[in-house]
């Protein structure tokens, strides 16, 4: 099976984002990865729902939502109706992850969980089997364009024989510095799925470098 790829639209041209959109659906991407930020979990600010609306208007492939903000509970039925089909919130963020898990559900969307560079893979074993997904911060969040940090490669052999030995269905995706080099050791290890944002709209022709990545 090929590789997922889910560019990331924090890297496109704002001021063109329908254009980057079209590219994306005219590529061999599979999601779009859309990256929240609300200035509190992580040290900066993205977008809200006024620009997930307008991308999910434009976008013929699913939105992978990647939420990084403090308690996200309150706001999982306002990202259903923007758009998301892919919700995923952060380990480090929720209280109650498991209720958190469990009402992205029932709003109709997939869940996933996302781990920061310093949180271990074991601590999802009590909720693997309700995941559709796994994302591994392969760089401390809040911004593109960082150095990818090379145990990311490790958590996703733990976590893919974790999810082996639980029977789970969760596909695995790495986000951060992902490029054609880390992105084949990502590969290798078993991944599923892979967010790129600089490496794709900062080349010269980001929809070949989304078909290279897609043919790793
Ligand atoms: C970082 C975001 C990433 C970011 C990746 O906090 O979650 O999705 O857009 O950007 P690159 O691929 O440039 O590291
Ligand atoms: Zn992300």
Known sequence: MSIIISPSVLS??????????EMINQSDADWFHVDVMDGVF??????????????KKHAKKPLDVHLMIQNPDQYIDAFKEAGADILTVHYEACTHLHRTIQA????????????NPHTPVDFLQDVIEDLDLVLIMSVNPGFGGQKFINNAVLKVEQVKNLIHMKGSHALVEVDGGVNLETGLELVKAGVDALVAGSFVFNSENPSKTISDLKNL
Do not use: T, Y
């Not at 041209?13 to 980057?20: E, G, K």
């Open 12 to 21: 496109c041209d704002f001021a063109n984002i329908q254009r980057d959109v």
């Open 42 to 55: 992580v040290p900066n600010i993205s977008f809200g729902f006024p620009v997930i609306q307008a991308i």
């Open 104 to 115: 992205i559900k029932a709003a109709g969307m997939k869940a996933g969980v996302a781990l």
